[in-house]
T-cell receptor
Framework: GQQVMQIPQYQHVQEGEDFTTYCNSS?????IQWYKQRPGGHPVFLIQ?????EVKKQKRLTFQFGEAKKNSSLHITATQTTDVGTYFC???????????FGTGTRLQVFP | NAGVTQTPKFQVLKTGQSMTLQCAQD?????MYWYRQDPGMGLRLIYY???????DKGEVPNGYNVSRLNKREFSLRLESAAPSQTSVYFC????????????FGPGTRLTVT
């Protein structure tokens, strides 16, 4: 079946270093969404990308949607301790339109 | 606006017991969802409801039942709890399936012993 995978599973960085997580789908996606979940919290929507090759920025966060609309990335510049959490990508199932969540990347930032 | 609310926040059950997880949203959303989250497994869809009176199975529906009581409320029932159902359960709502962002509740941490 359709799968959405993320790498890496975990990432530990020193505060100020950059961080990137990659999301890969087994099928073409009509759109991709990104969510952040703080430790002990619930997922919170960050952004949605729709167009092939689209790039969107939110302050230090840069989101890209691949040309083939099968992959995406989230890049954080100069991480801060407030960036700690798990980042999930999610794309709609091609048959049912229900979101399929990636496995997530857990980011730990050391001060 | 409270957004999406869930009760209870924590629950411990013995194997074989039953319980209902409650979820309500005040954003007038049509679609509502139940997910479970296990370590390293991400979020897996249990059931969803596209509108009042309709429900559909997700990826992992076995052992669960749902009820869309009205547009605001969507409950999840475990008829006979099993240790494999130990998990964190999240309810979510959205304006449309797969297209609009989903808003999540705070979650219910369930342990089945």
């Amino acid at each position: 079946g359709q799968q959405v995978m993320q790498i890496p599973q975990y990432q530990h960085v020193q505060e100020g270093e950059d961080f990137t997580t990659y999301c890969n789908s087994s099928t073409t996606l009509s759109n991709i969404q990104w969510y952040k979940q703080r430790p002990g919290g619930h997922p919170v929507f960050l952004i949605q990308l729709v167009k092939s090759g689209e790039v969107k920025k939110q302050k230090r966060l840069t989101f890209q949607f691949g040309e083939a609309k099968k992959n995406s990335s989230l890049h954080i510049t100069a991480t801060q301790t407030t960036d700690v959490g798990t980042y999930f990508c999610a794309g709609p199932n091609y048959n049912t339109d229900k979101l399929i969540f990636g496995t997530g990347t857990r980011l730990q930032v050391f001060p | 606006n409270a957004g999406v609310t869930q009760t209870p926040k924590f629950q411990v059950l013995k194997t074989g017991q039953s319980m209902t997880l409650q979820c309500a949203q005040d954003m007038n959303h049509n679609s509502m969802y139940w997910y479970r989250q296990d370590p390293g497994m991400g979020l897996r869809l249990i059931y969803y409801s596209a509108s009042e009176g309709t429900t559909d199975k997700g990826e992992v529906p076995n052992g669960y039942n749902v009820s869309r009581l009205n547009k605001r409320e969507f409950s999840l029932r475990l008829e006979s709890a099993a240790p494999s159902q130990t998990s964190v359960y999240f309810c979510a709502s959205s304006g449309d399936r797969g297209t609009y962002e989903q808003y999540f509740g705070p979650g219910t941490r369930l342990t089945v012993t």
